[in-house]
């Protein structure tokens, strides 16, 4: 029953997203927005992490499984994607350059904001 409760919790702040974003038609997929909140009520310790915690390791111990239909669309549209290869993999390649990029730079400010030692 314990672990009935903690997805009932999380399943709340996924609800929670979901009016957020109908309500302001905020362009951030819902369970994102309930994650965010879900995140805020962890650090601020208005939800305790034992609240969760059973039903967060559940989930990510069968992450894997999430991933098989993903896994079979791909495999159903292989043609589709052998000719569209090239204008496939360019944009997902730059972004990933991008994101790496963006990441790194945020990193550096970051740590350079800790560093008083200038």
């Known amino acids: 029953m314990k672990i009935v409760k903690q997805f009932a919790i999380i ?3 996924l609800y929670f997203g979901y009016l957020t974003e109908r309500i302001f038609n905020i362009p951030v997929p819902a369970n ?3 994650m965010v909140f879900l995140f805020l009520a962890l650090i601020t310790k208005v939800v305790k992490l034992e609240k969760v915690e059973d039903a967060s390791n559940f989930v990510i111990q069968y992450l894997a499984v ?3 239909v993903p896994s ?3 495999i159903l549209y292989l043609d ?3 000719n569209e290869f090239i204008k496939i993999i360019i944009p997902v390649f730059i972004s990933i350059i991008l994101g790496l990029l963006v990441a790194g730079k945020v990193t550096e400010l970051l740590m350079g904001r800790g560093n008083h030692d200038d």
């Open 72 to 74: 079979v669309g791909i």
């Open 80 to 82: 589709l994607l052998k």
């Open 11 to 13: 399943l709340l702040f």
């Open 66 to 68: 999430f991933y098989l």
């Open 32 to 34: 994102v927005i309930g």
